[in-house]
Structure formats: C-alpha cells, structure tokens
C-alpha cells in the first residue's frame, strides 16, 4: 500500500469527494462550504497564485485563523505546485518576521484581522511578496494587498494540478521546543495520506457520516489531521471556529448551538482536544449533559492523558477518550490506544506502519519496564528541518526520528510515558517522570493541574517541587497533597515543596511548559 508516484495530495482529496459535491464539508463561523465548493474555490485560488508569478515549490506562508478560507488555501496551494507554510496565529510579529525570511516565501495569505501585525513584522524584516490575499478583511487593505474573494472571482478554476509526486516538497509546519529558534519542518505530498491510511481511517474509525471538531487548530500538526486530512478522506464534516478553545466554546459546538445560527445545527460524533482541554471542561459548571451531545469517541494527544481525566469524562459523557502520542515531525499520532482496546494512564501501543524502539543513554534498546528516548520509523516522517542540517541530522538518523520523549513499555507492549527528554528529574540516584507524579497529583479530588519541576533543597541536591492549580471552590493544604501522593507513589518521588498557582504556562496546544517553571525557579 501507497501512494502513486504521481500525487498530488489536494487532488487525490478533490477525487475522493467528486461524488459528494453538496455534502457538507465545512460548517464555521460565517456558514457552509460543500465539497463541490471547495474544489472549485481551491482551483481558482490556485490559478490566481500561479497568475501572480508564483513557481512550482515557491513558498506561501498561511496566517490564518480556522475557517473554510483555510482549506480552500492550504489545498488552492497544494493544487498549483506551491507550498504553503502554516503559522501559528498566536506568535508575534518578530516570530513572523523571521519565519517570512527563513522561509523565503512569495506570497501571503492572512486574515483581515491578522493582517496588522504581518506588515508589524514585514516592516521590520522588508520582504518582497509577489501576492498578498487577505481572507475577510476588517478595514481598508493596503496597496499591497488584494481581496481573497475577488480574486478567487476573477480567476478560472486550474484546469489540472500540478505534476507532483509524492515525495515532493507539499508544505511546512513549524516545530518549536523549548529554546532556540523554531524549525521548518518539510512534509511531502505523501505524508498526510499516509497519516489518514495508517490511523484516520483504522484507528479513528471515520466515516463520511461523522462530524468532526477539533479543538488544535489547522496550523498544528494534530490539527492538520483532525480537521482537513482524515475528515476529507472520508467524506466527513468539519466544524472550525476561530476564537480560542474554552469550554463554553466548545461546548457550543458540542450541542449544535454555534452551527444552528447556519441552519445546520449538527452535532460533532467525533472531538479531537488535548489534557488541559478536557480537565477544564470536566471542571466547568456549564457542561452540558450526556444527552445534550452526540460524541461517539474523543482523542486526546500533545501531552499525555492522566488516565483520572478520563475515567471522569466517560462517566459523565460515555464516551471513549484515546489517547495518542504524534509530533510534528511525524505529522501525525504514531502510537496510540484504540475503541475498545484502552489501559488508562497508557498511551497504548504503536499504530501499525510504525516502528518503536525505547534506547538508553548508549543507544541500545532498554527492556521492558525501563525508561528509554523515543525513537520512531514511519512512512509519515519530515524530509528535514529546513536550512538547519545539523539539528536534522540529529533528529532524523538513519530512516528513524528521535521524539525528544522518555518513555516505558510494559510486557504487553503498552507504552507509558515518562515525561521530555529534558523534564526528567533524577532524585537520590533514581530518574523520576514528572509527569507520574502530576498524574498521581491530579487524582485529588481538589486539584485541577499540576506540573512538577526539579528544585535544589539547602543541601543542593534536586527534588521535586509541585505546582499545583486548584479546581474552583476547593482547598487543599501542602501537608495533604504530599500524604495523597505518598499514598500512591514511592516515597521518593512525592514533592517536597508545593507552590499553588492560578495558572500553568502553556503552549497553543496546551502543554506544559515545564522549562519556564524551571526559569522562573532560577530566578527566584
């Protein structure tokens, strides 16, 4: 099984849909798209970035907020031979700036309400684009700028795609950790098939009767698969929103009462969101009631699911979260558990088309029961990190990708995660996950989150210092929270000091950011 060498992924999509061309593909903030809509869109998108002097593989940085205006882009671009390059809408002009350079892109594509700090950041890194389309725009456009919707307009739709193959360059997306600069992460024509043959289709189990929602956004990885890649595979429905992922947010589409204002008040069977997302739903007062939503099955990834969250949301909802771990690198979820087929606190075991290896500090494979760093080979992997050969070389060696994750394995073959590579705390001698003991902390009936960093005691030796967020309305001592987690835990992992907080710093996606903590410890 694979894909033809001649592909090209916006049109194999536009193909598998022909049949289905008044189908919903699309519900947003704004209205409906079908599936006869969106090709069409797309190709005259397509037409009117080629008609602009844009070359086969030339660049086209995507600022855009979810809407039906970002499939039709990212797909209008895969369509005409070029390459999108998808950001995150919450970075600074200085992120873009540098991403405008690094990329070398020809043209943009933003959002009337992004739009802003683009030119922040083109003022401040002068590039040259041969098109700038903004999507919706909330005031005048500069001379530079030209309207979405005229010029899809004013162009015929592309009469064929481009003559791609499938190991060509398709688009990028960013991948950043912790420091230094993020990363343009090259992804080909082949890789985002390959994410909906080897789990959208197997794992998930969608259909072109589901109605799909994600609460990662399009520019993500995870969200790339969730709202465009497996749902358009199949011939599902979309729901996007623009506005950030609260709970009431959500919970808005959950019930159908976002898309009813469209006419089409249905219901997602399927939600795709992260830990942090579900704990604070689960927290919230307002949570509609089992009946009240139509969800066969959430997935969860970007951090490891505490097996307590979900526990909680089946009992409230009946409904299966599965858990997954995927990267930006690999595009998508490599190892994951299954409908039916669920160990709690585990994030299950690999998806079938990719190879796992748990290696030591010498390179070798551990045993099972040991922590070991992530390495994993699969069809879906990035080409390289562009312009930076040597963190691709260190990354991506000999046909595998090193995660940056610590993980276990059971005799059974379920996967446990252990914390990143540089979260790891070694405690008299002995490594210890953060993340077990935020797990075990979250567990309390009174905490809502909890990270967990190493901390130098007055003899300078590291043990584990809790950060601990409290659900609204509960109280819990220092004293009490350590008991409960020596109640489950070796005694030396419990954490000797706990510092309560309103909040945890988090990426877009919600993971913890654990390196801030330790900064902020260090400057203390």
Same mark, same amino acid.
Request: charged letters at 20%; a negative charge.
């Given at each position: 099984?694979?894909?033809?060498?001649?592909?090209?992924?916006?049109?194999?999509?536009?193909?598998?849909?022909?049949?289905?061309?008044?189908? /919903?593909?699309?519900?947003?903030?704004?209205?409906?798209?079908?599936?006869?809509?969106?090709?069409?869109?797309?190709?005259?998108?397509?037409?009117?970035?080629?008609?602009?002097?844009?070359?086969?593989?030339?660049?086209?940085?995507?600022?855009?907020?979810?809407?039906?205006?970002?499939?039709?882009?990212?797909?209008?671009?895969?369509?005409?031979?070029?390459?999108?390059?998808?950001?995150?809408? !919450?970075?600074?002009?200085?992120?873009?700036?540098?991403?405008?350079?690094?990329?070398?892109?020809?043209?943009?594509?933003?959002?009337?309400?992004?739009?802003?700090?683009?030119?922040?950041?083109?003022?401040?890194?002068?590039?040259? !684009?041969?098109?700038?389309?903004?999507?919706?725009?909330?005031?005048?456009?500069?001379?530079?700028?030209?309207?979405?919707?005229?010029?899809?307009?004013?162009?015929?739709?592309?009469?064929?795609?481009?003559?791609?193959?499938?190991?060509?360059?398709?688009?990028?997306?960013?991948?950043?950790?912790?420091?230094?600069?993020?990363?343009?992460?090259?992804?080909?024509?082949?890789?985002?098939?390959?994410?909906?043959?080897?789990?959208?289709?197997?794992?998930?189990?969608?259909?072109?009767?589901?109605?799909?929602?994600?609460?990662?956004?399009?520019?993500?990885?995870?969200? /790339?698969?969730?709202?465009?890649?497996?749902?358009?595979?199949?011939?599902?429905?979309?729901?996007?929103?623009?506005?950030?992922?609260?709970?009431?947010?959500?919970?808005?589409?959950?019930?159908?009462?976002?898309?009813?204002?469209?006419?089409?008040?249905?219901?997602?069977?399927?939600?795709?969101?992260?830990?942090?997302?579900?704990?604070?739903?689960?927290?919230?007062?307002?949570?509609?009631?089992?009946?009240?939503?139509?969800?066969?099955?959430?997935?969860?990834?970007?951090?490891? !699911?505490?097996?307590?969250?979900?526990?909680?949301?089946?009992?409230?909802?009946?409904?299966?979260?599965?858990?997954?771990?995927?990267?930006?690198?690999?595009?998508?979820?490599?190892?994951?558990?299954?409908?039916?087929?669920?160990?709690?606190?585990?994030?299950?075991?690999?998806?079938?088309?990719?190879?796992?290896?748990?290696?030591?500090?010498?390179?070798?494979?551990?045993?099972?029961?040991?922590?070991?760093?992530?390495?994993?080979?699969?069809?879906?992997?990035? !080409?390289?990190?562009?312009?930076?050969?040597?963190?691709?070389?260190?990354?991506?060696?000999?046909?595998?990708?090193?995660?940056?994750?610590?993980?276990?394995?059971?005799?059974?073959?379920?996967?446990?995660?252990?914390?990143?590579?540089?979260?790891?705390?070694?405690?008299?001698?002995?490594?210890?996950?953060?993340?077990?003991?935020?797990?075990?902390?979250?567990?309390?009936?009174?905490?809502?989150?909890?990270?967990?960093?190493?901390?130098?005691?007055?003899?300078?030796?590291?043990?584990?210092?809790?950060?601990?967020?409290?659900?609204?309305?509960?109280?819990?001592?220092?004293?009490?929270?350590?008991?409960?987690?020596?109640?489950?835990?070796?005694?030396?992992?419990?954490?000797?000091?706990?510092?309560?907080?309103?909040?945890?710093?988090?990426?877009?996606?919600?993971?913890?950011?654990?390196?801030?903590?330790?900064?902020?410890?260090?400057?203390?």
């Amino acid at each position: 099984m694979n894909p033809p060498t001649d592909f090209n992924f916006a049109e194999h999509l536009f193909a598998l849909n022909r049949g289905r061309a008044q189908k /919903l593909a699309y519900i947003d903030d704004r209205g409906t798209l079908d599936y006869g809509r969106l090709e069409d869109r797309a190709r005259r998108l397509a037409s009117a970035l080629l008609a602009a002097g844009l070359q086969r593989e030339d660049r086209v940085l995507l600022l855009q907020l979810d809407s039906s205006d970002w499939p039709v882009n990212f797909l209008g671009a895969l369509y005409a031979g070029l390459v999108p390059v998808a950001v995150n809408t !919450l970075l600074t002009a200085d992120d873009y700036a540098y991403m405008l350079a690094h990329s070398g892109s020809k043209a943009a594509l933003v959002s009337g309400a992004l739009l802003p700090v683009l030119q922040d950041a083109m003022g401040r890194a002068p590039h040259a !684009l041969a098109q700038l389309l903004v999507t919706q725009p909330t005031a005048a456009l500069p001379p530079d700028g030209l309207d979405l919707e005229a010029q899809i307009a004013a162009h015929a739709p592309m009469a064929a795609p481009a003559p791609t193959r499938a190991q060509d360059h398709a688009f990028w997306l960013y991948s950043s950790g912790s420091t230094g600069r993020p990363k343009g992460t090259v992804h080909t024509h082949g890789n985002p098939w390959w994410t909906a043959e080897l789990y959208g289709k197997p794992v998930l189990g969608l259909t072109e009767d589901d109605v799909c929602f994600s609460a990662a956004k399009l520019y993500f990885a995870y969200g /790339l698969g969730n709202g465009l890649t497996f749902p358009l595979s199949v011939g599902a429905t979309v729901v996007l929103m623009a506005e950030r992922p609260t709970p009431d947010a959500t919970f808005r589409r959950w019930t159908g009462e976002a898309q009813a204002a469209h006419g089409t008040p249905v219901k997602p069977t399927v939600f795709f969101g992260a830990p942090t997302g579900f704990a604070g739903m689960l927290a919230s007062a307002s949570k509609p009631a089992r009946e009240a939503v139509a969800l066969r099955m959430c997935s969860s990834a970007g951090e490891a !699911l505490p097996g307590e969250i979900a526990e909680r949301f089946k009992a409230h909802y009946g409904c299966e979260i599965i858990d997954g771990i995927g990267s930006t690198e690999m595009l998508h979820i490599f190892i994951s558990n299954r409908p039916g087929d669920i160990r709690y606190g585990t994030t299950g075991r690999p998806v079938e088309g990719y190879r796992i290896e748990l290696r030591g500090e010498d390179g070798r494979p551990v045993p099972d029961g040991e922590v070991g760093d992530l390495y994993i080979q699969g069809p879906s992997s990035a !080409l390289m990190y562009w312009g930076n050969p040597e963190k691709s070389a260190a990354t991506f060696r000999d046909g595998w990708t090193q995660s940056g994750d610590k993980y276990s394995r059971d005799a059974d073959g379920y996967y446990t995660y252990a914390g990143r590579s540089d979260d790891m705390l070694k405690v008299s001698g002995i490594y210890v996950s953060p993340f077990e003991v935020e797990a075990t902390l979250m567990r309390h009936p009174a905490v809502l989150e909890a990270a967990v960093i190493g901390k130098q005691d007055s003899d300078g030796l590291t043990k584990t210092k809790a950060f601990v967020v409290l659900k609204s309305g509960s109280a819990a001592t220092e004293e009490e929270l350590k008991a409960f987690v020596k109640q489950h835990l070796a005694a030396y992992k419990y954490p000797r000091f706990i510092e309560f907080v309103d909040e945890l710093p988090k990426t877009a996606t919600g993971k913890i950011q654990r390196f801030r903590l330790r900064e902020q410890e260090q400057q203390a």
